[in-house]
């Protein structure tokens, strides 16, 4: 049984998925809706990740105190725990929309609207999970290409805006679902480390672990015959993000693209529609709100860089 005080989120974050429990009584922290509201600073980057093995490190720690039955420092232990977590946005948001699911059910000790403040709050700080619109990337010898990016719920969708001879335009080119448990390998359940980059690259891209998660990319045959999902990784690089077919060996590193080249690549279509010109006027104008601070001109170098330098992510 878990303890009544501690979410499901929660419980796991302090005992991991495979600890197994050893009772005991002393008062756990309290997650009522009083003074356990998520901080306005969250963990990025490198930093998180050094904050996630600290966790793991408390965790064995906590393991071994309970199993000898230090209660107190156990209980020390466990607020340490919550306390860093709680740092860690992947954690809070989760812990927020878990307790939004119950909300209802209990009122008197939830804020239904600071939890969607909270959910909200850490939602914004997971860099995956805020890449909605423009972006453009070499698809091999089909040149550079344009997708859209959109969510539904935690669901991230790329698609194409502009196609080539496999996988049209207006067709998904891959989804990822980031919601709890994304960092997990659909084939055979295991997460999926961060990728630590060698010092020459992790100067290059401002950061040495890059996380991954799990997702599916559409393959197809000339002329869009035999289309099908196959395994794929969302790769985090700092401000840009590539995606892996793996078992085909095929990476393509997404950049914001500048409005010159989104011209470029819409007057190159093979379709005139206006639909298709309102449509990628609305994707403009919403990439624009998104990334209004951005320099072009970093695409393009970066590109260049991650292209010219192969094994950059071994």
């Known amino acids: 049984q878990h303890h009544p005080e501690l979410t499901n989120v929660e419980y796991e974050a302090v005992y991991g ?113 805020n890449l909605e619109g423009l972006w453009v990337g070499k698809y091999g010898d089909s040149g550079y290409e344009m997708i859209n990016v959109t969510y539904v719920g935690d669901v991230l969708y790329a698609y194409k805006i502009t196609g080539d001879g496999n996988v049209p335009k207006g067709e998904l080119s891959f989804k990822v679902d980031l919601g709890q448990g994304s960092a997990h390998n659909g084939k055979d359940n295991q997460v999926l480390e961060p990728i630590e980059l060698g010092e020459f690259a992790a100067k290059q891209w401002g950061a040495k672990f890059l996380n991954r998660f799990s997702g599916e990319g559409q393959v197809a045959s000339e002329g869009y015959r035999n289309a099908k999902y196959i395994e794929g990784q969302l790769i985090m690089v700092n401000d840009y993000f590539s995606f892996a077919w793996v078992p085909i060996g095929h990476q393509v590193f997404f950049g914001r693209p500048s409005a010159e080249l989104v011209l470029k690549l819409l007057r190159d279509s093979t379709s005139d529609l206006d639909k298709d010109r309102a449509f990628l006027t609305r994707c403009v104008e919403e990439t624009e709100m998104l990334e209004e601070e951005m320099e072009d001109s970093e695409v393009y170098m970066h590109q260049e860089k991650y292209y010219d330098q192969e094994g950059c992510f071994e």
């Open 17 to 129: 998925d495979d600890t197994e429990e050893i009772p005991y009584d002393h008062q756990m922290l309290s997650t009522s809706a009083a003074g356990t509201s998520m901080p306005t600073k969250f963990a990025v980057g490198d930093e998180l990740h050094l904050l996630r093995k600290e966790v793991m490190e408390l965790r064995g720690q906590l393991e071994e105190s309970r199993s000898v039955g230090k209660k107190v420092q156990a209980l020390d232990l466990e607020h340490a725990i919550l306390r860093a977590q709680k740092r860690d946005p992947e954690f809070a948001y989760s812990m927020a929309l878990e307790r939004l699911r119950t909300a209802e059910d209990l009122p008197e000790i939830y804020d239904v609207d600071l939890l969607r403040k909270e959910a909200a709050e850490a939602r914004s700080a997971l860099p995956q999970l």
